[in-house]
């Protein structure tokens, strides 16, 4: 059990957390996924005061613990004096209603916790778009209970975004209203393709990972700005972009949310719009904190939402974080499975110079050399080869111009559709 709350936190809300472990999760994972609750807790603006494990093979259908355990969990709430129960599954809303009734107690499972966050940090009008509209898809089917029941106007975690002056809504109205933010972010969409339309001819590399794996810490090392990196989870929501010179290539470095093991579906669904940023990059950087003993686990978490993502055909480069914090052990044993990584310390500024190298690498093996003789009237293609390439030599031979130039694959590809057929005369060298 916990220490008891120090008096420095009492204006914080009280909570306990409950996990299952049994024969698909160990009793050192489930302990492991309750430390990350914790932080999850603490983010939304708890306290964590009790942890309680059960050894169950599955869920019980109707109180996930089983009617003994939520006796257990009644007693240790009023000894302790706990506002709020946080599962770290998510729970039916059967589940929900007979847990509170047996506990007297607030609950919320996992998502509802994630979802409060993610109210909680959203700034632009995408993210708290996007925001809304995932609680409001997870709210739907549970609309009695926490329309009625919670009486959401009490505030503390769980009560933050839609709904807090809504508690007479129906489902036609909520349904209403997720059209409604559909539409908005169809619109916001749009104007995001607008913007990054104007950042075409320039290469995109996107840090992802697990959160709080250190991909801020990594863009203001990179870029000397300063987009929030603290020790928190979720501190990133929204994209953040920013140009960064190599030696050889400017590059645009985007930062993103990070992920999480069961992030719940609705918000990879609104984040969908804000993720494109990874789904249309060159490259990723997948940043994983190399000091945590989860940190296999964490990787495999990342790779699994970029498969959800159809993102998994993007070259990545595997970055090990936090160097400064791993033994000599935890190294080597890295550096035989992942022997393509690169070791850093985003914090310390160690290695970065090696990661922009690899960088530089990967967009070299996208650029090949062409010779085209180009009709002079056709001057955008080439305006385009003189703005994206790098001419090596130009010749005038009559009303045509031959150029020999350096290309990415992708802008050649480009520059094909200006010239609409690339001719019989191209040579590539």
Same mark, same amino acid.
């Given at each position: 059990?916990?220490?008891?709350?120090?008096?420095?936190?009492?204006?914080?809300?009280?909570?306990?957390?409950?996990?299952?472990?049994?024969?698909?999760?160990?009793?050192?994972?489930?302990?492991?996924?309750?430390?990350?609750?914790?932080?999850?807790?603490?983010?939304?603006?708890?306290?964590?005061?009790?942890?309680?494990?059960?050894?169950?093979?599955?869920?019980?259908?109707?109180?996930?613990?089983?009617?003994?355990?939520?006796?257990?969990?009644?007693?240790?709430?009023?000894?302790?004096?706990?506002?709020?129960?946080?599962?770290?599954?998510?729970?039916?809303?059967?589940?929900?209603?007979?847990?509170?009734?047996?506990?007297?107690?607030?609950?919320?499972?996992?998502?509802?916790?994630?979802?409060?966050?993610?109210?909680?940090?959203?700034?632009?009008?995408?993210?708290?778009?996007?925001?809304?509209?995932?609680?409001?898809?997870?709210?739907?089917?549970?609309?009695?209970?926490?329309?009625?029941?919670?009486?959401?106007?009490?505030?503390?975690?769980?009560?933050?975004?839609?709904?807090?002056?809504?508690?007479?809504?129906?489902?036609?109205?909520?349904?209403?209203?997720?059209?409604?933010?559909?539409?908005?972010?169809?619109?916001?969409?749009?104007?995001?393709?607008?913007?990054?339309?104007?950042?075409?001819?320039?290469?995109?590399?996107?840090?992802?990972?697990?959160?709080?794996?250190?991909?801020?810490?990594?863009?203001?090392?990179?870029?000397?700005?300063?987009?929030?990196?603290?020790?928190?989870?979720?501190?990133?929501?929204?994209?953040?972009?920013?140009?960064?010179?190599?030696?050889?290539?400017?590059?645009?470095?985007?930062?993103?949310?990070?992920?999480?093991?069961?992030?719940?579906?609705?918000?990879? @669904?609104?984040?969908? =719009?804000?993720? +494109?940023?990874?789904? %249309?990059?060159?490259?990723? $950087?997948?940043?994983?904190? *190399? /000091?945590?003993?989860?940190?296999?686990?964490?990787?495999?978490?990342?790779?699994?939402?970029?498969?959800?993502?159809?993102?998994?055909?993007?070259?990545?480069?595997?970055?090990?974080?936090?160097?400064?914090?791993?033994?000599?052990?935890?190294?080597?044993?890295?550096?035989?499975?992942?022997?393509?990584?690169?070791?850093?310390?985003?914090?310390?500024?160690?290695?970065?110079?090696?990661?922009?190298?690899?960088?530089?690498?990967?967009?070299?093996?996208?650029?090949?050399?062409?010779?085209?003789?180009?009709?002079?009237?056709?001057?955008?293609?080439?305006?385009?080869?003189?703005?994206?390439?790098?001419?090596?030599?130009?010749?005038?031979?009559?009303?045509?111009? @031959?150029?020999?130039? =350096?290309?990415? +694959?992708?802008?050649? %590809?480009?520059?094909?559709? $200006?010239?609409?057929?690339? *001719? /019989?005369?191209?040579?590539?060298?």
């Amino acid at each position: 059990m916990l220490d008891d709350v120090k008096n420095s936190d009492i204006e914080q809300e009280k909570v306990m957390l409950v996990g299952l472990y049994g024969p698909k999760v160990t009793k050192f994972q489930a302990e492991e996924y309750l430390e990350e609750l914790a932080m999850l807790a603490d983010t939304a603006g708890g306290i964590t005061v009790e942890k309680v494990l059960q050894n169950k093979t599955q869920p019980d259908i109707s109180t996930y613990v089983g009617k003994g355990k939520i006796q257990e969990l009644k007693r240790i709430k009023g000894e302790k004096k706990i506002d709020t129960i946080i599962f770290d599954d998510d729970l039916s809303p059967t589940q929900i209603r007979n847990i509170e009734a047996g506990t007297e107690a607030k609950i919320l499972d996992r998502s509802a916790l994630i979802l409060d966050i993610f109210a909680s940090r959203a700034k632009t009008a995408a993210a708290k778009t996007q925001v809304e509209l995932a609680q409001l898809q997870y709210l739907l089917p549970r609309l009695t209970r926490y329309w009625t029941h919670l009486s959401r106007q009490k505030g503390g975690i769980g009560t933050k975004g839609p709904g807090e002056t809504q508690i007479e809504t129906d489902r036609r109205i909520i349904g209403q209203r997720i059209a409604t933010l559909k539409d908005k972010l169809k619109k916001l969409d749009q104007q995001r393709t607008t913007q990054r339309k104007g950042r075409e001819g320039m290469h995109r590399v996107s840090l992802v990972g697990y959160t709080n794996a250190g991909k801020s810490t990594l863009m203001n090392a990179f870029t000397a700005t300063n987009v929030l990196a603290e020790d928190r989870l979720f501190a990133t929501l929204d994209s953040t972009v920013r140009r960064l010179d190599l030696e050889n290539h400017s590059i645009l470095l985007s930062d993103t949310v990070g992920f999480i093991r069961k992030l719940p579906h609705n918000l990879i @669904e609104s984040f969908k =719009s804000t993720l +494109d940023e990874v789904r %249309e990059a060159d490259i990723l $950087l997948h940043v994983v904190d *190399g /000091s945590s003993i989860m940190a296999h686990e964490y990787k495999e978490v990342v790779d699994t939402t970029l498969e959800e993502l159809n993102a998994t055909n993007t070259k990545t480069v595997l970055v090990l974080n936090k160097v400064d914090k791993m033994t000599s052990d935890q190294i080597a044993e890295m550096r035989d499975e992942y022997p393509d990584a690169i070791f850093v310390s985003a914090e310390q500024s160690i290695g970065l110079r090696e990661l922009e190298e690899k960088i530089e690498e990967l967009i070299e093996s996208d650029y090949s050399y062409h010779t085209l003789q180009i009709p002079m009237s056709k001057y955008k293609a080439v305006a385009f080869i003189h703005e994206n390439a790098t001419v090596d030599s130009e010749e005038f031979e009559g009303s045509n111009v @031959e150029l020999t130039f =350096s290309m990415a +694959d992708k802008d050649f %590809e480009q520059l094909s559709h $200006l010239l609409n057929t690339i *001719g /019989s005369n191209e040579e590539v060298i």
